[in-house]
């Protein structure tokens, strides 16, 4: 529906199932909603699916902002 309506936002909070490839799924549906200036943060990063994720992230994304919890891009 919000790609369908070319919706974007200025910030997208992922915390969902952190098991198996839900984090990449829920990260790459979510990516595709975020403006161009947006930020897109991953919550409990330190889980083994989610560790994964964020570490790609690292590599490709600017990292904006991290605690014990979230990872900001």
């Excluded at 964020?54 to 900001?72: E, P, T």
Aim: glycine letters at 2%; hydrophobic letters at 40%.
């Amino acid at each position: 529906m919000f790609l369908k309506e070319n919706r974007t936002f200025d910030l997208i909070y992922i915390d969902g199932y952190h098991e198996d490839l839900t984090p990449t799924i829920d990260f790459a549906l979510s990516y595709e909603l975020l403006n161009d200036k947006g930020i897109i943060m991953l919550d409990d990063y330190r889980w083994r699916d989610v560790k994964d994720l964020k570490d790609l992230c690292d590599r490709h994304l600017k990292l904006v902002h991290q605690c014990w919890k979230v990872a900001a891009y």
